[in-house]
Nanobody
């Protein structure tokens, strides 16, 4: 079994909401930086949001700040991404990931190349 199993996603109308889930097995999410990345058609994968319990850090990209919320259920060892007020430009394959975190010049960064575990990806389409 893959260490990160995703669910959720699908089709939503602009202004609608979706929730993605990412269940971890074989390791504990709170021991890692965990987050969500996305890859839109024809574009490179980008970071969306990240949370790191030991550093008490939560970060969001400017494009989703105020609309998306990352959360974690420690009992279920599951990561969530609540997406509200969706826009067509949010259309992408979304990936959950877990790994290391970078600390530079007083700021934390969840970098794609530091992620050890990846979910299989789930498609989110925002269209009327």
């Amino acid at each position: 079994q893959s260490p990160l199993v995703q669910s959720g996603g699908g089709l939503a109308q602009p202004g609608g909401s979706l929730r993605l889930s990412c269940a971890a097995s074989g390791f504990t999410l709170t021991d890692y930086a965990v987050g969500w990345f996305r890859q839109a058609p024809g574009k490179e994968r980008e970071g969306v949001t990240c949370i790191h319990a030991p550093a008490d850090f939560t970060g969001y990209s400017d494009s989703v700040k105020g609309r998306f919320t990352i959360s974690r259920d420690n009992d279920k060892n599951t990561l969530y991404l609540q997406m509200n007020n969706l826009k067509p430009e949010d259309t992408a394959v979304y990936y959950c990931a877990a790994g290391g975190i970078q600390y530079i010049n007083g700021a934390y960064h969840c970098r794609e190349y530091l992620m050890t575990f990846w979910g299989e990806g789930t498609l989110v389409t925002v269209s009327s």
